[in-house]
């Protein structure tokens, strides 16, 4: 840090790079929720693939403990998965407060100069804008978070049916 000061002064500038920082923060976490929705997607699609394939060899073969067991794990993977798409209030853990940047923070204003007159207010002041940014990057963290794990359940469980499914296949060889 004190390289970069010492080179060039003008690189470095905390007062100017404080909004570049927080918005590349706010990026990234985007960035990353949004790989997370794609993975919880491919997943919700897989699952439901294989529900359906094995809800239609059940019928075939309705004695068999393989088809039975990957059948009702893909059908708790597929709940766990579409849980993660949007998880319920009791899986989500953010703090009462809503950032001013918050959709719900938005829509609770009962007019456009309103919410503008709370902007200009709020960033007109730098420990005002680090509090915003940091409770939208804290509230959005601990959705992500619960997606995670909701996601992490589904493919686990996912996991547990194909190995218990081909476990029961070998056995009934």
């Known amino acids: 840090m004190e390289q970069i000061k010492s080179e060039n ?3 470095y500038n905390p007062e100017k790079d404080l909004g570049r920082i927080l918005t590349n923060m706010m990026n990234k976490m985007v960035q990353d929720n949004s790989t997370l929705d794609n993975e919880i997607n ?3 699609g897989l699952n439901s693939a294989i529900f359906v394939f094995t809800a239609t060899q059940i019928e075939r073969n309705p004695d068999s403990a393989a088809i039975l067991t990957i059948l009702i794990f893909s059908a708790i993977a597929s709940l766990s998965a579409l849980l ?10 953010s703090t009462d407060e809503r950032s001013l940047l918050s959709p719900d923070k938005i829509m609770s204003m009962d007019s456009f100069s309103r919410y503008k ?7 007109a002041d730098r420990e005002k804008i680090i509090e ?18 909701l996601f992490n359940i589904s493919r686990n469980v996912l996991f547990l049916g194909i190995s218990l499914s081909l476990f029961a296949l070998l056995y009934q060889m």
């Open 117 to 123: 007159n709370e902007l200009e207010t709020t960033f």
């Open 84 to 93: 993660a798409i949007h998880p319920p209030k009791i899986f989500r853990r």
């Open 9 to 11: 002064p003008e690189r």
């Open 42 to 44: 491919i997943l919700l």
């Open 132 to 149: 915003e940014y940091a409770l939208t990057i804290w509230n959005f963290s601990r959705y992500r978070k619960s997606k995670r794990v």
